[in-house]
């Protein structure tokens, strides 16, 4: 199957080159939102990587009710359309409940239905009616194949304008496992494919501000294995001090990293664009 080209402002995901969304976990004090924006636009525009920016108002699965849940949709909304004005970012962010989706689709260019959430025919239909681009995450609990039943309701609904993101599934206890066969799989339902890789590497049951709630050490093979098998786009989470982050504290990639971190997938990519060309050519 011939893959969609679906856009995002000038961005044309599932295209040769490569894309990223990225930004903090949580919407969190502007002040930390502007200058991961600031960063990111320097990085998009030496490296020629285009950035659709991300950071959630709501978060609505943490583990305690002590803990952080962002600002809101109104407040969240008004900060992330601050932040496109500006640095002239789309914007992505995720919605948990059906309601959500209209007024977060007055600002928002793509709206992220959670992996827990991939299932949930309401909330899946009112993102759709929206018009706007859907980023469904795949499921940790769900086979990749099995994704062809929200893109399903999706176009159903009368939107085909579709990314699907991989971060890996439930394996034994607390521990997430990346299967590159699902890169196979969710490329076959047609529409650009994108990894998450900062989620990939989570430890359920450990709160996230904890070191042990995360293995970063695991980023750099997780993402070039993800390039080198075909996804278009990255999904990576960035805080100028992550350590202090309000939501996945262990997991989020330093933006002071970001940029050497993306150089060598970026060549793997494009190592892999021009493999997949080939092979095209040959198959003709």
Do not use: W
Not at 10 to 33: H, N, R, T, W, Y
Not at 234 to 261: G, K, M, R, V, Y
């Amino acid at each position: 199957m011939e893959k969609k080209i679906v856009r995002v402002g000038a961005i044309e995901c599932g295209a040769d080159q490569l894309f990223l969304i990225s930004g903090p976990c949580v919407i969190e004090e502007e002040k930390i939102m502007m200058e991961t924006a600031e960063r990111l636009k320097e990085i998009s525009e030496r490296l020629r990587i285009p950035v659709i920016y991300k950071s959630s108002f709501q978060k609505d699965n943490r583990s305690s009710l002590g803990n952080y849940v962002g600002p809101g949709l109104d407040k969240g909304v008004k900060v992330l359309a601050r932040i496109k004005e500006q640095f002239g970012f789309p914007l992505l962010t995720d919605i948990h409940y059906p309601d959500q989706a209209a007024a977060a689709a007055g600002v928002i260019d793509v709206l992220q239905i959670p992996a827990y959430l991939c299932m949930q025919t309401t909330l899946v239909v009112a993102a759709a009616k929206t018009g706007r681009v859907i980023n469904i995450k795949h499921g940790q609990f769900l086979a990749p194949d099995n994704m062809k039943h929200p893109v399903k309701k999706c176009e159903e609904s009368g939107n085909n304008q579709l990314i699907l993101t991989e971060r890996g599934y439930t394996f034994g206890y607390n521990d997430l496992i990346v299967d590159p066969r699902s890169f196979y799989h969710m490329n076959k339902l047609g529409y650009p494919v994108v990894f998450d890789v900062t989620h990939a590497i989570r430890k359920y049951g450990i709160p996230s501000a904890d070191k042990k709630g995360g293995a970063r050490e695991f980023l750099p093979v997780l993402a070039r294995a993800g390039a080198a098998s075909g996804v278009d786009g990255f999904f990576i989470e960035t805080h100028p001090n992550p350590d202090a982050a309000l939501c996945d504290a262990a997991s989020q990639l330093n933006i002071a990293d970001l940029e050497e971190f993306l150089k060598p997938i970026i060549e793997l990519h494009n190592v892999e664009v021009k493999y997949r060309q080939k092979q095209s050519v040959t198959s003709k």
